[in-house]
Nanobody, 126 residues
Framework: QVQPVESGGGLVQAGDSLRLSCADSERTLSAYAAAWFRQAPGKEREFVAAISWGGSSTNYADSVKGRFTISRDNIKNTVYLQMNSLKPEDTAVYYC???????????????????WGQGTQVSVSL
């Protein structure tokens, strides 16, 4: 069973970049489709980006297209979210999720993912 663990969050200024990582201590993440979701204070959790298990399919929320890039290194059992041109509205807790049911696609709904990390805080100031 996969146990995603996020890292790489922090406090940055608008326009800066951050790279989030999602790893799995059981070294099984490479078999799963993976996604990033985020939740800002007082708001519902929302989809950010997803990648199929092999990496051939990706999917992005409109709000991050052209700024964020999801990728994976299945040898390292790690999924990344490169975030460029960050905006204050990107401030949120970012969660990594993994799923098997639809692992050949980059699904954008939370119900397609069964395993969730604890989250990492990303804060973007003006």
């Amino acid at each position: 069973q996969v146990q995603p663990v996020e890292s790489g969050g922090g406090l940055v200024q608008a326009g800066d970049s951050l790279r989030l990582s999602c790893a799995d201590s059981e070294r099984t993440l490479s078999a799963y489709a993976a996604a990033w979701f985020r939740q800002a204070p007082g708001k519902e959790r929302e989809f950010v980006a997803a990648i199929s298990w092999g990496g051939s399919s990706t999917n992005y929320a409109d709000s991050v297209k052209g700024r964020f890039t999801i990728s994976r290194d299945n040898i390292k059992n790690t999924v990344y979210l490169q975030m460029n041109s960050l905006k204050p509205e990107d401030t949120a807790v970012y969660y990594c999720a993994a799923g098997l049911r639809r692992r050949t696609v980059a699904a954008g709904t939370s119900r397609d993912y069964d395993y969730w990390g604890q989250g990492t805080q990303v804060s973007v100031s003006l």
